[in-house]
């Protein structure tokens, strides 16, 4: 019989996972695995789950959400490890699962994964940390950070509304030096995202992207003057297409390589996640992981 690496945050979204564990091994069993589960908790590392990780794996199994599935991510990257991998969608905004159209029903997103090729999929490294789905920094982006696990949990995505309205009575600017072959800019912003998928928040933003073009979309909101500052924070919040922005207002391009850096005490994020500190280097790795389900 065929083995299923199968690791899961108990946590993310509203612990959706705990009452669909039953069904997991029932479908893997219909179609002939084994299931092995680990289960990431605090006191233990994400490198654990791969101790018998050359024991012939057809897989490795992820639920949780983009921040779960980054955390799964570094740790394959760090120890090397070259086995597809499948997504259940369990966390509260599940970002990168819609930018690929993963089924959120836990039967249909298994059968999927079981029936289809693995397919090789880009993802971004910012310094020497790998994310699936956004890199950001500036307003609203680090807001999962500042939420309280338990009340996440509780609301879910009514959290990161209430916390955003927060953050929005306290804007503020940054000073940022970006270095690309296609773009450079040293000025003021309020908001940057690197995508390799294409929402955030829920919020189709880069509507352009895709994931295996070998190139990250980058969103640098710039020093919007006061009277344009609410209509444009209506089409972001919207997902409305960006185009009718002029380039003073913002910047919207394709590269596989850039450089950042900031001036002021800014804080990344990774999918939901602190990231680095500034400087940033941030490129696309082409290829970079087998993805089943896609």
Same mark, same amino acid.
């Not at 596989?256 to 680095?276: H, S």
């Given at each position: 019989?065929?083995?299923?690496?199968?690791?899961?945050?108990?946590?993310?979204?509203?612990?959706?996972?705990?009452?669909?564990?039953?069904?997991?091994?029932?479908?893997?069993?219909?179609?002939?695995?084994?299931?092995?589960? *680990?289960?990431?908790?605090?006191?233990?590392?994400?490198?654990?789950?791969?101790?018998?990780?050359?024991?012939?794996?057809?897989?490795?199994?992820?639920?949780?959400?983009?921040?779960?599935?980054?955390?799964?991510?570094?740790?394959?990257?760090?120890?090397?490890?070259?086995? $597809?991998?499948?997504?259940? $969608?369990?966390?509260?905004?599940?970002? *990168?699962?819609?930018?690929?159209?993963? $089924?959120?029903?836990?039967?249909?997103?298994?059968?999927?994964?079981?029936?289809?090729?693995?397919?090789?999929?880009?993802?971004?490294?910012?310094?020497?940390?790998?994310?699936?789905?956004?890199?950001?920094?500036?307003?609203?982006?680090?807001?999962?950070?500042?939420?309280?696990?338990?009340?996440?949990?509780?609301?879910?995505?009514?959290?990161?509304?209430?916390?955003?309205?927060?953050?929005?009575?306290?804007?503020?600017?940054?000073?940022?030096?970006?270095?690309?072959?296609?773009?450079?800019?040293?000025?003021?912003?309020?908001?940057?995202? &690197?995508?390799?998928?294409?929402?955030?928040?829920?919020?189709?933003?880069?509507?352009?992207?895709?994931?295996?073009?070998?190139?990250?979309?980058?969103?640098?909101?710039?020093?919007?003057? *006061?009277?344009?500052?609410?209509?444009?924070?209506?089409?972001?919040?919207?997902?409305?297409?960006?185009?009718?922005?002029?380039?003073?207002?913002?910047?919207?391009?394709?590269?596989?390589?850039?450089?950042?850096?900031?001036?002021?005490?800014?804080?990344?994020? &990774?999918?939901?996640?602190?990231?680095?500190?500034? $400087?940033?280097?941030?490129?696309?790795?082409?290829?970079?992981?087998?993805?089943?389900?896609?």
């Amino acid at each position: 019989m065929k083995k299923v690496k199968f690791i899961y945050n108990p946590n993310s979204g509203e612990r959706r996972i705990s009452h669909e564990l039953d069904k997991i091994i029932k479908v893997y069993q219909h179609y002939g695995y084994v299931v092995v589960p *680990f289960r990431l908790c605090k006191n233990r590392s994400v490198n654990d789950a791969f101790f018998d990780i050359e024991s012939n794996y057809d897989h490795i199994l992820i639920s949780g959400g983009d921040g779960t599935v980054d955390l799964i991510l570094n740790a394959i990257k760090a120890l090397n490890i070259n086995i $597809p991998i499948g997504i259940l $969608p369990c966390g509260t905004a599940n970002d *990168f699962a819609k930018a690929v159209n993963l $089924p959120f029903d836990v039967k249909d997103a298994i059968e999927r994964i079981v029936n289809t090729r693995p397919k090789k999929i880009d993802i971004g490294k910012i310094n020497d940390k790998y994310f699936i789905n956004v890199a950001s920094a500036g307003m609203f982006t680090d807001v999962s950070q500042k939420i309280n696990q338990d009340f996440k949990n509780s609301i879910g995505k009514v959290s990161y509304y209430l916390k955003g309205i927060e953050e929005a009575l306290y804007m503020r600017k940054f000073s940022i030096e970006v270095k690309s072959n296609e773009v450079e800019y040293d000025g003021d912003m309020y908001l940057m995202l &690197i995508f390799n998928g294409k929402t955030a928040g829920n919020i189709n933003l880069a509507y352009k992207a895709k994931v295996d073009d070998g190139l990250l979309d980058v969103i640098i909101v710039k020093d919007v003057l *006061f009277p344009n500052i609410l209509p444009l924070l209506r089409s972001i919040l919207k997902g409305e297409h960006l185009e009718g922005y002029n380039k003073d207002e913002i910047l919207y391009f394709k590269t596989n390589k850039l450089k950042i850096d900031c001036k002021d005490n800014l804080i990344t994020d &990774i999918d939901g996640e602190k990231g680095p500190d500034f $400087p940033l280097e941030i490129e696309c790795i082409k290829d970079g992981i087998q993805l089943l389900g896609y």
